[in-house]
């Protein structure tokens, strides 16, 4: 029996999703499990699996339309297996990006000059010789981007979403020169520029903005001894190739698992009138990624060995910057961490993502001058600042999460135990 596959909900906030690409064809035979299509929501580009196995007998949705959530998208089933007619073409509610009008002008911009192609350009110039995926076209066409002055990075060339959103920030690395370059100063613009927000960067805004102003915040901070942590890690990759060498992260992704397991309320959700304790510690880790930030989950990470921690978080990491995460990828996070150590950032501190109640902003590893037992000496330390719900906790059992995640790093072989 056939059966219909409507966009899944990536996200708890997610009401809509593009659909970027068909990764399956109609009379293409696809198993449980295997890549449907490829979805953008607010966070990322996500790879969708089939949820059945068969023959796709119709793709419902154009690539490039917008498509509400839970509505039918594809038909799977078996080969000639007719398919009912009442189900919908294409998504009614949504029209796709060719059917969007063109966008008209009411006159120059201070800021835009005469020499911006109309739409009417804009259009001719985004005819389909040019190799550009469906989304990228859409970005284009309703920022009047040129497709035909940009260098595509996608595979063949192809112009991808972040080129266009290069040149919506105005990075000129994505231009294609119309001259070769000579030896000449270049102009320097004092006009404001208008940059459109690209939907990661809105998601962003709108999710921090709700937190800082409906969760109360509160912030603890520790300096950490890490001497020890340096040097088992030293010891450690010393045995292992290149590609499997453990990072400070890693080493405090498995020490906050622990300490987490030890302080519960601060791997919860607030919930009105009650607070739910989640069973499993699922620690995300914030991704600097292009216009934002996205947050990979490493699962049941107290379970987990250090390798396989670092492993599963490597692997989530480099699908985010390639724009190719996957749902599991990016949800069911019940507490995270956001690193700048690699940017020699001493402290800072984080906003809290929502459901969770608490986040722990981490800065750099430095050998600094210390005081031990009366005398000056090298040692390593590092600051890290832990936001909480004051709903849900309070400063004193946010002092002793820290003091419990010391006790972790400051003796690494407990990790291992």
Do not use: C
Request: proline share 5%; glycine share 6%.
């Amino acid at each position: 029996m056939a059966e219909t596959i409507n966009m899944p909900k990536l996200g708890f906030d997610m009401a809509e999703g593009t659909l970027v690409r068909w990764v399956k064809q109609v009379g293409e035979n696809i198993n449980k499990g295997d890549v449907l299509a490829e979805i953008e929501t607010d966070k990322a580009t996500i790879e969708v699996e089939s949820p059945a196995g068969g023959v796709i007998l119709q793709l419902i949705v154009n690539q490039g339309d917008i498509v509400p959530v839970n509505a039918a998208i594809a038909v799977v089933g078996q080969a000639g297996e007719k398919v009912d007619a009442a189900l919908p073409s294409k998504v009614e509610s949504q029209k796709s990006v060719d059917e969007k009008p063109a966008v008209q002008t009411q006159g120059k911009s201070d800021s835009v000059s005469s020499t911006v192609p109309s739409s009417q350009t804009i259009s001719s110039l985004q005819s389909p010789e040019i190799k550009a995926s469906p989304l990228a076209k859409k970005i284009a066409r309703d920022n009047n981007i040129n497709l035909a002055q940009l260098q595509g990075t996608g595979p063949g060339g192809r112009v991808v979403r972040k080129d266009v959103e290069a040149a919506l920030s105005g990075s000129t690395q994505s231009q294609v020169p119309s001259r070769p370059f000579t030896n000449y100063q270049l102009p320097i613009s004092v006009e404001d520029m208008t940059v459109p927000l690209t939907k990661l960067r809105q998601a962003i805004a709108r999710r921090m903005a709700e937190s800082k102003t409906t969760v109360p915040h509160f912030y603890v901070s520790h300096e950490y001894k890490m001497d020890a942590v340096m040097a088992m890690r030293k010891q450690v990759n010393a045995y292992l190739p290149d590609d499997q060498k453990l990072s400070v992260n890693d080493f405090i992704v498995k020490a906050v698992s622990l300490a987490l397991r030890e302080f519960p309320n601060l791997n919860a959700t607030f919930a009105g009138d009650k607070l739910l304790r989640h069973g499993a510690v699922n620690v995300g880790v914030a991704v600097a990624v292009t216009g934002g930030l996205l947050t990979v989950v490493n699962k049941n990470t107290d379970q987990l060995p250090l390798r396989q921690i670092s492993a599963d978080v490597k692997q989530k990491v480099a699908r985010a910057r390639d724009g190719k995460v996957k749902p599991d990828d990016i949800e069911g996070s019940t507490f995270s961490i956001s690193n700048l150590g690699m940017y020699d950032v001493e402290n800072f501190i984080a906003i809290i993502n929502p459901p969770e109640a608490a986040i722990l902003a981490v800065g750099s590893a430095k050998e600094v001058p210390v005081v031990e037992n009366g005398e000056i000496k090298v040692g390593w330390r590092m600051k890290a600042t832990v936001s909480v719900d004051h709903r849900v906790s309070d400063g004193a059992e946010a002092a002793q999460f820290m003091q419990s995640l010391a006790k972790y790093l400051e003796t690494p072989a407990l990790m291992l135990v």
